[in-house]
């Protein structure tokens, strides 16, 4: 007889409660072991470093001190500083670039090593200039803030493509894969947007800034002990003609009607929906008759804001995921636009006069502005997803993905000469409440173009027959939830698009 057999049976049931809590209390660590056997425990530590230390906390971080830099460094006006952010964030336009080089272009051997050592010590260098450097001239200073974004990118492109690969030779893990990339980015940013206030606070703007070249670091770290296959007997002389016939099949898959117009609405709905974002960050910081929030408080707001993402993206998977794309798009537009009174509320003073606190109505905005902003984002996420012929799917989305960056450019650029032309500055907010209301209903204009988007079931395809060839003819069907497959490498961005 076994000893449990000897028990009473209510202790028999306390041990089989207990082992389940400690399993429950376990299980991620178990989950987290059985990917490192499977897939090697250098690829699953590059995950958590690119993905949660680099670009989860790295990019929040970034954020929030690079706001401070521009105001309190280099005492730059709001539009010049909207215009700016928008100049840091141009090598993220060029990802298909960077996709390009790590697929067809080894370095002695080995294609994705390099490129994170690479990554990595473009983003140390600049960051730690950047920090101990005084009086900084501002041409030099934003060529280094646009070396450090660049570093980001290629450690994105990068490990995207060793996901990929991953994926490919584990399908069956292919979900747990974006699972655990979900994890890492979204409890990074997390913890960058929390933790960035108050090292603001402590050290300056400056300070944090040079405080990334700690994860930088860590990427190069993932270039040393990363996992690949050496390349022998690399023939460089094709490199040209592999660029070649890349660029012509991206030609003529922009050349259908069917990839076109969904890419000419993506790139004018994210373009009309102007940023004014800097503009707001001035008025909670310098108004005199503003709320005068503190670096913990901005940090605070702007996690808030990735919770509300989060609640985004799960409001689409369990609602609207299976609707039309026009119709989610309408209701998206719609709220996006709604949502854009909140802020002009506030700088009313509405609030006030009806006794809710500044700070309780900057974090409803936030929770409810980004949530609503990923909810916009999911469908144009899938959409993007079907619009990749088969053969160059990875660095065809890495293309949508930057017409994408090029919209929230103009929006950026756009809303800068808004602000610029408005005369708000950093001591006048007299006509904020203005942009905000062009900003409102510009973020409505683009329900006049929901023409453009298939009005097709979310689940069949949309590319004619030929485009998808090899995958029909390889007997491949595309996954369930494509949706989520794409999701956390853009995570860190989604505060462009609000």
């Not at 974006?178 to 703007?205: K, T």
């Not at 002009?344 to 502005?369: E, H, K, Q, S, W």
């Not at 065809?396 to 500055?425: K, R």
């Amino acid at each position: 007889m076994d000893d449990e057999d000897g028990l009473p049976l209510q202790a028999q049931k306390e041990k089989v409660a207990k082992i389940g809590m400690f399993g429950q209390i376990l299980s991620p660590f178990s989950w987290l072991k059985r990917l490192s056997d499977e897939l090697h425990w250098s690829f699953v530590l590059g995950v958590v470093i690119v993905y949660g230390i680099n670009q989860g906390i790295g990019l929040a971080l970034s954020r929030v001190g690079t706001q401070y830099y521009m105001k309190d460094e280099q005492k730059l006006q709001p539009s010049e500083a909207q215009v700016y952010h928008a100049m840091i964030m141009m090598p993220w336009i060029v990802k298909p670039l960077w996709g390009l080089l790590t697929d067809i272009v080894p370095i002695a051997g080995r294609r994705r090593r390099p490129y994170f050592v690479f990554a990595g010590a473009v983003s140390v260098v600049s960051m730690i200039i950047l920090s101990l450097k005084k009086d900084m001239y501002l041409g030099l200073a934003l060529l280094l803030l646009i070396c450090g974004s660049a570093g980001a990118a290629i450690g994105d492109v990068t490990i995207d493509a060793c996901v990929t690969e991953n994926s490919i030779a584990h399908p069956s893990l292919a979900g747990e894969m974006q699972s655990l990339c979900g994890l890492c980015s979204s409890m990074g940013q997390l913890i960058g947007f929390i933790s960035s206030g108050f090292l603001v606070h402590l050290i300056g703007s400056k300070g944090a800034l040079g405080v990334l070249s700690i994860p930088a670091t860590l990427v190069i770290v993932v270039g040393i002990i990363i996992q690949e296959p050496v390349i022998r007997n690399v023939s460089y002389k094709r490199v040209s003609q592999k660029f070649q016939d890349a660029g012509r099949a991206m030609w003529i898959a922009l050349r259908s009607p069917v990839v076109w117009r969904p890419c000419l609405y993506m790139y004018l709905s994210l373009a009309v929906s102007l940023h004014i974002h800097e503009g707001m960050f001035y008025w909670y910081t310098d108004a005199p008759n503003g709320p005068s929030f503190s670096q913990e408080a901005v940090g605070s707001i702007s996690a808030v804001g990735a919770v509300g993402s989060l609640l985004g993206v799960l409001l689409y998977q369990n609602a609207f995921r299976m609707q039309p794309f026009r119709r989610v798009l309408l209701l998206a537009q719609l709220l996006y636009g709604a949502s854009g009174m909140i802020d002009l509320m506030l700088v009313l003073r509405i609030n006030l006069i009806v006794g809710v606190p500044d700070y309780v109505v900057v974090v409803f905005d936030a929770a409810v502005t980004h949530m609503i902003g990923r909810l916009k984002w999911m469908p144009l996420l899938v959409l993007s997803s079907k619009l990749c012929p088969s053969g160059i799917e990875g660095t065809f989305f890495a293309l949508l993905m930057s017409i994408d960056h090029v919209g929230s450019f103009t929006a950026s650029w756009c809303g800068g000469l808004l602000l610029h032309t408005l005369n708000v500055t950093r001591t006048t907010f007299d006509n904020l409440w203005l942009a905000i209301l062009i900003r409102s209903l510009c973020r409505l204009l683009p329900i006049g173009i929901l023409f453009l988007i298939p009005s097709t079931d979310p689940n069949v395809a949309i590319l004619p027959a030929d485009m998808l060839m090899s995958k029909r003819g390889e007997g491949l069907s595309e996954p369930a939830n494509t949706e989520m497959e794409s999701l956390i490498s853009r995570t860190g961005h989604s505060s462009q698009h609000s």
